[in-house]
């Protein structure tokens, strides 16, 4: 699988946009980009994916460079409960595993 | 509630011994993966099943095993337990849906949903 970069750590104020943001240079034709997020002592929660086009669901929304090689998850208003690690995954379609890097650890300030 | 059931939620046992964890995946899916969640290796992919062959295998231990039943249920076998196995397992499944033709054949979206895990400590 392709590798991401994201940053270590974000910061967030409560009620504020926050944009996460992910940097996939190798992205191939066929990968989806993936975010999950992990809340404190709980398993991994799919967020969001999308392929070329940007997305919006009821969690967040996920904004794709015109190239591809970035991509950003937007929560539009962050909330105490979005604290959590935000993984930003490559992965092929089918079934396949998700293969998880160390993600961006969001803190949110009330 | 993602609908992936973990047991036991937690386990505490001794070095050298075996322990089995249980996944039920979300009704219909037919796929299971199993994880390793530990403090300096983060989230670790060990194997996948898919309707009990194994599909694909990640960096799992040979003192580890995994199975997937007729009843799509998968259990983690780990034996000869040492100190740095305590971690958290997790357990997962993928949506499998069918195509929008309706010819019934089954696609993978890519979304996998989680249980809640297994806290293994090894004394």
């Known amino acids: 699988d392709a590798k991401t970069t994201q940053p270590n750590s974000m910061e967030s104020n409560e009620e504020e946009p926050v944009h996460l943001p992910c940097n996939h240079s190798t992205i191939s034709g066929t990968d989806y980009i993936h975010w999950y997020r992990q809340l404190p002592s709980q398993g991994p929660e799919y967020v969001i994916h999308g392929l070329t086009s940007n997305v919006n669901n009821r969690m967040a929304s996920l904004a794709i460079a015109e190239d591809r090689k970035s991509s950003t998850l937007i929560l539009h208003r962050a909330t105490l409960r979005d604290a959590a690690v935000y993984y930003c995954?490559?992965?092929?379609?089918?079934?396949?595993?998700?293969?998880f890097g160390k993600g961006t650890r969001l803190s949110v300030i009330a | 509630d993602s609908g992936v059931t973990q047991t036991p939620k937690h386990l505490i046992t001794a070095t050298g011994q075996r322990v089995t964890l249980r996944c039920s995946p979300r009704s219909g899916d037919l796929s299971v993966y199993w994880y390793q969640q530990s403090l300096d290796q983060g989230l670790q992919f060990l194997i996948q099943?898919?309707?009990?062959?194994?599909?694909a295998k990640g960096n799992i231990l040979e003192r580890f095993s995994a199975q997937q039943f007729p009843d799509l249920h998968s259990e983690l076998n780990l034996s000869s337990l040492e100190l740095g196995d305590s971690a958290l397992y997790f357990c997962?499944?993928?949506?499998?849906?069918?195509?929008?033709?309706?010819?019934?054949?089954?696609?993978?979206?890519?979304?996998?949903?989680f249980g809640e895990g297994s806290r293994l400590t090894v004394l």
């Open positions: 099943y898919y309707n009990g062959e194994e599909r």
């Open positions: 997962a499944s993928s949506v499998v849906a069918p195509k929008p033709t309706g010819t019934g054949i089954y696609r993978n979206t890519g979304e996998l949903f």
């Open positions: 995954i490559l992965k092929t379609s089918g079934n396949t595993p998700l293969v």
